[in-house]
């Protein structure tokens, strides 16, 4: 590879165009379509398999919080992170929490931001549910406060929103109901009541802003809350079809256990009223307790047995290894470490984005270091992705596979040493490859040039993630005797890849998807599973 890239720079920037156009397709461009005779010359060799499918990417998920409700100067630095967020990391999806204490005749938020009381008179009332009538089938609108929603939709959900719309994309937000109140008097006690809650929320986003969420997480880690399988699946079931009744449609996660371990006891359990089937469209777990790949193939068996999506939805210093066991075993569709942005003092793994120089006129938006790895999936599998089957030679370079939704290939590579790999079966196009290791983030290499049948080989200089993905099409033959820039350095790439050129058609089967030469992926139940633990401590304030 440092034999190609000296030739790169030699021939683009040494010589007559005459020379440069005859060493280009003499030296170079074969070099560049990397002929099959070099590919036993590379650490890793990689196969596509497009018949094996696997799951579709919903959305890279991130809470709804750059430190808007409490971070001093938020104004000062949320324009960055927002754009930041969309272009240089890939969110798409948003969870948006919805505290139960929304549902009390008192605004405490809008208190607060009134400066009437502090912060910590909200926090401890935010979760103060109080009933608006003894009716849950009538609304009383007094009843229901709307200031923390609407602070956190003006101020990061609609300019994300409208960044993503610029690129062609679709904001999918979650509402995430967050019960830490222990009393046994709130909205699981009396389903109908949820229901209401949610449905005058819904109603509240189309009258003030047009349109209305896509998803509802029923409730954040009901283990902790003191919820049982029961009242979720009550929970579910009567928003579901109050919701449907109003002509909203809408998904439901569940149960978003803190213990992995939990998710499939909790769904089995759920499942006993036979109605959640109707509405349940992802089993969601987090990984504070339970991990293990029993564990996350016990999830995915439930998932294809049901046909639905499982997603992980919060871990607090999750990096580039779970996010690749999560998708590869878990078969996750969405996915989400925890905050997008907070005002923090070091890079804790509990945000995406930690901003320190809060009192200057301009303060420091610093990017995770767990984030720069988690950008090699997030900016270039987009939302509708569907994965397909890849297998490699050797362990140390672990690859998952999938086409966008324009028919672009991606393949990123979770490389645990130093190495090249070589990849096989991609369509003709042009590709850009890009790589992000300790010391390194998001480096490109020169874009591959790839022929029908040739093999792309691409390298990294440490352990880290390695991705390859669809840009272009081939340049016509007049376009390849152009004379080349000068000075082509790499350069840091955050724009979307994935552009809508089409590409061989992919024709689906209903093959279950091996990822893994020997052996195959079992994504049978596994029938010892480890017991729910203590969830997460020591995180900053949710909202």
């Not at 998932?303 to 290894?321: C, F, P, R, V």
């Not at 490389?415 to 090249?420: D, E, L, N, T, V």
């Not at 029908?452 to 990294?460: F, K, L, P, Q």
Request: glycine share 8%.
């Amino acid at each position: 590879m440092k034999i190609f890239n000296r030739l790169f720079r030699l021939f683009y920037t040494k010589g007559s165009k005459p020379i440069r156009t005859v060493l280009f397709l003499t030296v170079l461009f074969p070099l560049t379509i990397y002929l099959p005779g070099i590919a036993q010359t590379s650490a890793a060799n990689l196969t596509l398999d497009p018949s094996q499918i696997g799951q579709t990417i919903t959305g890279w998920t991130a809470v709804a919080q750059i430190g808007q409700n409490e971070c001093t100067g938020y104004e000062r630095y949320k324009d960055e992170v927002i754009q930041r967020g969309v272009d240089e990391l890939g969110i798409s999806r948003l969870q948006l929490a919805i505290p139960s204490g929304m549902e009390n005749p008192v605004d405490y938020f809008g208190q607060y931001l009134a400066g009437q009381i502090p912060f910590s008179t909200y926090q401890q009332n935010r979760y103060e549910f109080i009933n608006d009538n003894n009716d849950p089938f009538t609304i009383d609108p007094a009843g229901i406060q709307f200031t923390y929603l609407d602070h956190t939709i003006d101020n990061l959900v609609l300019p994300l929103k409208t960044l993503l719309e610029a690129k062609g994309e679709q904001l999918n937000l979650i509402l995430t109901y967050v019960d830490f109140n222990k009393s046994n008097v709130d909205h699981g006690s009396n389903a109908e009541e949820y229901a209401e809650y949610f449905l005058a929320i819904f109603d509240h986003f189309q009258t003030k802003y047009g349109w209305a969420p896509d998803a509802i997480e029923v409730i954040l880690e009901p283990d902790v809350a003191a919820w049982n399988p029961a009242l979720v699946a009550n929970a579910l079931v009567a928003a579901g079809k109050r919701l449907e009744g109003n002509g909203y449609s809408v998904e439901f996660l569940a149960p978003s256990t803190t213990n992995m371990g939990a998710a499939v006891s909790w769904f089995d359990r759920m499942i006993q009223n036979p109605e959640v089937l109707n509405y349940i469209t992802d089993i969601t777990y987090h990984r504070y307790s339970g991990v293990s790949e029993e564990n996350l193939q016990a999830i995915a068996a439930r998932a294809i047995q049901y046909k639905l999506n499982t997603g992980m939805l919060e871990h607090i210093g999750s990096d580039q290894e779970d996010l690749h066991a999560d998708l590869k075993l878990g078969m996750n569709s969405s996915w989400s470490q925890y905050a997008l942005a907070y005002c923090y003092k070091e890079d804790s793994g509990g945000q995406h984005y930690w901003i320190t120089d809060l009192n200057s006129a301009n303060p420091v938006v610093n990017f995770g270091m767990r984030s720069k790895f988690l950008q090699q999936y997030f900016r270039f599998i987009r939302p509708g992705a569907k994965r397909i089957g890849i297998t490699t030679d050797n362990p140390s370079f672990d690859s998952l596979a999938f086409i966008n939704k324009s028919g672009g290939f991606v393949v990123v590579t979770k490389a645990g040493q130093a190495g090249s790999i070589s990849i096989q079966g991609l369509p003709a196009g042009v590709y850009a490859v890009s790589y992000t290791t300790k010391n390194e983030y998001s480096t490109s290499l020169p874009d591959a040039l790839v022929q029908e049948g040739s093999v792309v080989i691409a390298s990294i200089p440490a352990p880290g993630v390695i991705t390859v993905a669809w840009k272009s099409v081939l340049p016509a033959p007049t376009e390849i005797l152009a004379s080349p820039s000068p000075n082509p350095t790499p350069t840091l790439q955050t724009t979307n890849t994935d552009t809508p050129t089409t590409v061989p058609a992919i024709k689906p089967t209903d093959q279950s998807l091996a990822v893994e030469t020997q052996p195959p992926l079992n994504l049978q139940p596994t029938p010892q599973l480890v017991q729910p633990g203590p969830g997460c401590t020591g995180r900053f304030a949710k909202p």
